[in-house]
């Protein structure tokens, strides 16, 4: 059975193995399992915190959070309410279809609405639709965004927030060298929004990394020996590196000892400026990821 509707999860099972599965919290992908290019068995391609919590009481601590409409601390005055990276990770959303099911690929759709919880944190009519889709080695996650006001227009963020599975301190991620970056593990304000140029051919996140990238390419490869993820993206310019390594990872209350060595977050995204939709209008953010 391609798609399987549990209480709290959806699960995917693609005929050659694969297998993803999709929390109605967040719209939360915590498991995507998949061979590479030499086949095997399946593997699992995203990392959870065995302290994660999955019911709904706090955003996943892995896998592919969503980000929406703010990315880090919200700015805007009219996300006063909101808190860090935005509503859609946190809220509950609804799966709404299965959209394709034949032997290439098994796709779903989730949206959220203007509800109740939403309205109470972010008052705009926005409705929002994610589509999931699963091959034999590929996952696809595709944000839509609909502006539904008769009069204002939608300035946003987006990203997608994942957690690669990867030992973290063996890892590189290409092909970043030339471009600019803000450096937010720098001490002072000040150094914390002066641009710097990355000159590595493959970025590393052996120390403390938390690095956005402006014009990120769109296209990155996140290797290690035996082992790699390709990221391809539309709609989203940005891309931001996140390892927090010991020090900072152990005061993350949900990381699970020792996770920071287990995954590198590697998050494409819009969250450099604002994306700005008009009245009635829809934009799509989306990626692709590969294994092998
Ligand atoms: O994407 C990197 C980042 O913004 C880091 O600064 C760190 O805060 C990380 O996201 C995790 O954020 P969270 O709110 O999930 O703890």
Known sequence: MPVEQLTDRVTLKHPKGATAEILHYGATVISWKSSDVTGGEPLERLFVSSKASLDGSKPVRGGIPIVFPAFGAPELPQFSNLKQHGYARSSTWRFTSLLVDNDSNVSVKFSLGPTADVKAV?????SLE???TLSERKLGTDLHVTNHSDTDVLQFQAL???YIRAPANDVKISPLTGKNYFDKTEA?????VTPKLERRKGVDVQKYTDSVYVDGGQVYDVTWPQGGIQIKTEGLKDVVVWNPQETAGKAIGDMEDGGWEKYVCV??????GYITLPVGESWIGRQILRSG
């Open 122 to 126: 972010f008052n705009f009519p926005v």
């Open 130 to 132: 994610y589509v999931v």
């Open 160 to 162: 997608f927030h994942n």
């Open 188 to 192: 002072t304000a000040e150094a914390r």
């Open 267 to 272: 998050e494409p995204g819009h969250v450099r």
